[in-house]
């Protein structure tokens, strides 16, 4: 019996045969692509957080003010002098690890733990601190204060 | 002429020994003595090496064995020990503290040499046990070259001088640990040995910080004496400023004076301070509230709420620890929540603090601020979970997807494949 | 549309010749039919190796100071960039599992034997690339495991005779591990190794091609005896269709892993620091590791280790030569084959697990 050459109403399976291929491909190429393409496009925050990092925006800040600013895992310590310039320091208690704060009546660091004072150099002039804190370079870039590790000359 | 000096010695040796002394003198310029020449040959203890007392302090700032002991130092041999030239020889003990004041006490004289230095030293030396003890015949006390040593004397900020912070009390043990020098005195001699199991002299040993409290801290140094059981406050208070300033309003300042207890000793202990856990707040071995206290009085009470308190918030600390970690380990990014935690363990670290103000509803505000951080951190763990979640959820649906291709594959192969073969048959019935 | 497209090649180039050899081609169907994949499921996941890899290049900074933090940044700040690594590291231990799959099973079913002999050096060479590329590959995240995993393994190929300490500053750019060897490894993960491997690659499916599939021993003896028993299938659409299924499940595979056991990032390399306690390399290096841990500091008068090298370097070049043992035909040289395939294959089990689970 030779094929039958008149073309026939396609079987309902291979219509199921048909939509389950031919949509499955489309939908897994669908869920490659899309990853990929949402890949593709760079995040806003183009910085690693590593070396160097944005602390936070001119004008943020008062004058003979501080706010505390995340540098990569560690606390840091953004302050705003009277005269109008930044300078940036560790914020963790060089005692044990506690946070620090600007007190803007004394102009001086200050940890509330157990009373430790530094100078706005991050030296420890008093209490039980036993190092200085470390201090960072602050450089202003457009609109970004942005904080970063010292370098050594 | 007679060739021999008065001695008998000959002129011309005479005048070669001072040629080759003058020049030695010369050679030596930190100390025209003629006294170690000897001195360095003989046994202890009249023993005083070259090597020793070129360490010496005084003798590099230009002083002489002659400066303390007198004597005529250009003089050769048994010469330079001439009663007439002042020559005192070995200094009495009870004597040793006037004669090193003599200097030390005099502001003008040191500040040629260090203005920086204090010269109340013999002042407060005399306010001392030790010096009190020697005024009153007792040889035996602690007088200054028991300390400071004598001829190869070191400033303090030499580490390898006995007096360095590192050292001083191992200097201090060589006497108040030793059990039958100390027995006259009728005083403990495990000072030393508590001291070394303590957190003070961790920090000093293991963590490097200097500042750390060791004998001088809280004894003093020039005039020691314990401290009295109303001061022993005031000298843990100036380090431990916050701890000082609740326990003044606390309830227990009062009842531990009437009752002439010493203070922070009385939990702390003086020597063997240790590490202080919420252990100590517990009813267990490390309690101290109830080594006083009634179980079931108001005080039973507040401590045991104080506990509490600090257990719940350790414990959130603990909790939202462990879901970050988990989030972490999941390949999620909290690194932001973690560093809110150390403002929350901030918290753990203030109310600790404030259990010396012995007031439950300040112990509480500490950590009701402390929670809430905890809290927040934990959510943030709490939303990276859910995120990974979604990611999962993501996944499932391509796997179906996938699935779903795999299945249609399957079934098309065996479509094309029952079709092939029914053409085959077709074709072989031909 | 695609007609169109056909008859637009077709009239410059002769389409029907350039596809009659993929249309003709014929895969042997059997019992151990099933073993033909492997070699197209390798390929497939150095595919996706490519493909992922290019992504990351994207955003990796191949510098001691930012390589961590930029892996750190692709698995947290970039969009799916957790999947993308994730695929990538775990696509890449894949590969190397399916390569050495592949590779003993054509030891098993004979298909090294003359006309193949080179299909099987260029197979064998193309493993070797595959794990440099693991141990390249491996540094490039800056890691604590990762560097001294580095440092240990280049430690070793110091020990060659003769060679070893040039081998070994060569690998590392310089005396000790530092972001010269994390340059030099990228440098070779990126260009060196995939020129070569693309190479090779070339000709070995060009060679595989050109010989078709060879057939398991057993099975060629009885279609000899009885012809009509031999079966074919064609390889468009049929064979290929199946392997599109099998290249799926593992596509669904690897997604699953990703999502499910992410592959860990680690603590940024301290150089200084000291090496953290259980350093061990990749699995795919364990057993030779275990091997050098547990031979005796001197062995007669040679150093063990040297003597550990040795031993491996040979067992390596006579794996690469092992069609030559079995050239004649006669049983002999089979036997001989499969007693040292059996003896391989269980030497390194053995010793994988072993390492694993000694203290």
Redesign the interface.
Known sequence: MAADPSPQPKPARRRVIEILLGGGLLGSFASFIYPVLRYLVPPPVAELGGDQITAGKIGELKPNSAKIFRFGSRPGLLIRNTDGSYRALSATCTHLGCIVQYRGDLQEIWCACHNGLYDLNGRNVSGPPPRPLEVYEVHLRGDDVVVSLKREA | MDTRLNNGFPRSLTLLLTIVCVCARGARAQTPSTCLDCHAALDPPLQVTQAQFSQDIHAQKGLTCASCHGGDPAKADMDAMSKAAGFRGKIQRNQIPELCGHCHSDGAFMRKYNPSLRTDQLTQYKTSVHGKRLMQGDTEVAVCIDCHGVHDLRPASDPRSKINPLNVAQTCSRCHSDAKYMKRYGIPTDQYANYNRSVHHEAMTVRGDLSAPTCPTCHGNHGAAPPGTDSVKNVCANCHVFQAQMYDKSTHKAAFQSAGLPGCVVCHSNHAVSLPTDAKLGTGPEAVCMRCHKSGDICDQARAKMLQDLTQLDGAVKEADRVLGVAESSGMEVSEARTEQDQARDSLTKARVTIHSFKTDLVEQDIQAGLKISAKTQAEGQAALAERDRRRRGLGLSLVIIFAVSLGLRLYIRQIESNASKVETAELGN | MFVALRDWIDERFDWAALTAPLREKAVPKHDLSYWYFLGGITLFLFGIQVCTGI?LL?YY?PSA??A???V??I??????????R?IHSWAANLMIFTAFCHMFSVLFLGAYRKPRELTWITGMLLLFLAMGFGFSGYLLPWNTLAFFATKVGTEITGQVPVIGHGLKVFLRGGEDVTGATLTRFFGFHVALLPGLTVLLLLIHIALVQYFGMSVPPGVEARWKAWPSEARQMKFF??FF??E??AW??A??VL??L???L????GSKADPFAPAPAGIRPEWYFMFMFQTLKKIPAKVWLVDGDVLGILVFGVAGIVWLLLPFFDQSGGRRGRRLVLGGGIFALSYIIAMTIYGYTAK
């Open positions: 992504l994207l900074r100071t930012e961590f933090e930029s750190q940044y698995m947290t700040r970039v969009q799916f960039g957790w999947l993308v994730s659409p049929n269709l199946r599109l299924m799926y499940i596509l669904g997604g699953a990703a999502a499910i992410p592959w860990e990032l």
